[in-house]
T-cell receptor, first 116, second 113 residues
């Protein structure tokens, strides 16, 4: 069974600085998707970024980028120029590309604090 | 993307009663899901709501406790039956789009006293 591990329960960063959140996963599959979700105190889950396993190029969305290391099964999220509004819980998630295992599997989350 | 609304946004219920949560999405989607998020924890999938057939439940969740309806491709309900304080959680509706991205509703915060 696939698992997702986030080993950092909490992280903090100064405003305008860069922070990297770690995520590792375990799977025997070669086709899958990886995601980072953000959940601010409002509790709305927001999709931040996605990565297809077959793509070697790391995904980027504005200030958010990933470092996808398929062989190492690592999928870290880098937030550049951190802003106060980035403070939230961040969840890493895995989805298989194959039925019937195509359910979103979440890590335990990393709470990010942003200090002015 | 998809815009998802949930009703109610929060509720406080007495032990032994039931609450039905509604989920409405702004476009037709094939797959809808219900998740539970207990305080300070990650999300746990309760079931996949299938249109026109019974929901598919994950291990540890049963239809008698969490009956689900999916009458069409834009709407689903989750009922939390015979509630106990252990059912106090956030319940989230989610949909899968054609681009294999999954979006979430704003959640329903349930407190059982």
């Amino acid at each position: 069974a696939q698992t997702v591990t986030q080993s950092q329960p909490e992280m903090s960063v100064q405003e305008a600085e860069t922070v990297t959140l770690s995520c590792t996963y375990d799977t025997s599959e070669s086709d899958y998707y990886l995601f980072w979700y953000k959940q601010p105190p409002s509790r709305q889950m927001i999709l931040v970024i996605r990565q297809e396993a077959y793509k070697q190029q790391n995904a980027t969305e504005n200030r958010f980028s990933v470092n996808f290391q398929k062989a190492a099964k690592s999928f870290s999220l880098k937030i550049s120029d951190s802003q106060l509004g980035d403070a939230a819980m961040y969840f890493c998630a895995y989805r298989s590309a194959h039925l019937p295992n195509d359910k979103l599997i979440f890590g335990t989350g990393t709470r990010l604090q942003v200090f002015p | 993307s998809a815009v998802i609304s949930q009703k109610p946004s929060r509720d406080i219920c007495q032990r032994g009663t039931s609450l039905t949560i509604q989920c409405q999405v702004d476009s037709q989607v094939t797959m809808m899901f219900w998740y539970r998020q207990q305080p300070g924890q990650s999300l746990t999938l309760i079931a996949t709501a299938n249109q026109g057939s019974e929901a598919t439940y994950e291990s540890g969740f049963v239809i008698d406790k969490f009956p689900i309806s999916r009458p069409n491709l834009t709407f689903s309900t989750l009922t939390v039956s015979n509630m106990s304080p252990e059912d106090s959680s956030i319940y989230l509706c989610s949909v899968l789009t054609g681009s294999y991205e999954q979006y979430f509703g704003p959640g329903t915060r349930l407190t059982v006293t």
